[in-house]
T-cell receptor, first 111, second 114 residues
Framework: SQQGEEDPQALSIQEGENATMNCSYKTSINNLQWYRQNSGRGLVHLILIRSNEREKHSGRLRVTLDTSKKSSSLLITASRAADTASYFC???????????FGAGTTVTVRA | EAQVTQNPRYLITVTGKKLTVTCSQNMNHEYMSWYRQDPGLGLRQIYY???????DKGDVPEGYKVSRKEKRNFPLILESPSPNQTSLYFC?????????????FGSGTRLTVV
């Protein structure tokens, strides 16, 4: 079952601009993670934020988490052509033995 | 290099012909899992394994089997494949189910059943 839902489904931006995508989920979580997938390849772990954290940074990535609204956002700053990919949020819900993934946001960065 | 290795990368088969997709990890992870990815549906878990000889069903287990005889290997078996199992399959591993350090994914197996 899909726990997370990303918004928007697709995003097209110019190189150098920022890209923001959102994720909403339904149940209590231990942590929320973001992954990147390049064109049918395997998913790559980007960043994890725990339920007691509100914001986390990693390089050009900034993740926020609002557990009261059951939502998270991923910001990619100063985007590059190499950031073109699909981005998925995944939740680790209490009592589950899995990560639950949303359908993803497809980001296209135009040169 | 720490990695999850899946084979084959691509496979075309006919309905009813048994097949196995192999998955191996070299990180001594206890937890392994299989997902399938279909357009618009994201990734759905098929089976998972908490450790050797411990496996359990995920969200979409019908038509699949798994085994975990060794810690590093977690093969996915389709005993009688059908066209609705045409999909992109991923194996993933982690130290713990929730992936507190994130999951490591294989490169995927694109399966077509005709």
């Amino acid at each position: 079952s899909q726990q997370g839902e990303e918004d928007p489904q697709a995003l097209s931006i110019q190189e150098g601009e920022n890209a923001t995508m959102n994720c909403s989920y339904k149940t209590s979580i231990n942590n929320l993670q973001w992954y990147r997938q390049n064109s049918g390849r395997g998913l790559v772990h980007l960043i994890l934020i725990r339920s007691n954290e509100r914001e986390k940074h990693s390089g050009r990535l900034r993740v926020t988490l609002d557990t009261s609204k059951k939502s998270s956002s991923l910001l990619i700053t100063a985007s590059r052509a190499a950031d073109t990919a699909s981005y998925f949020c995944a939740t680790d819900a209490a009592g589950d033995y899995k990560l639950s993934f949303g359908a993803g946001t497809t980001v296209t960065v135009r040169a | 290099e720490a990695q999850v290795t899946q084979n084959p990368r691509y496979l075309i088969t006919v309905t009813g012909k048994k097949l196995t997709v192999t998955c191996s990890q070299n990180m001594n992870h206890e937890y392994m899992s299989w997902y399938r990815q279909d357009p618009g549906l994201g990734l759905r878990q098929i089976y998972y394994s908490m450790n050797v000889e411990v496996t359990d069903k995920g969200d979409v287990p019908e038509g699949y089997k798994v085994s975990r005889k060794e810690k590093r290997n977690f093969p996915l078996i389709l005993e009688s494949p059908s066209p609705n199992q045409t999909s992109l399959y991923f194996c993933a591993s982690s130290f713990r189910p929730g992936g507190a350090s994130g999951y490591t994914f294989g490169s995927g197996t694109r399966l077509t059943v005709v």
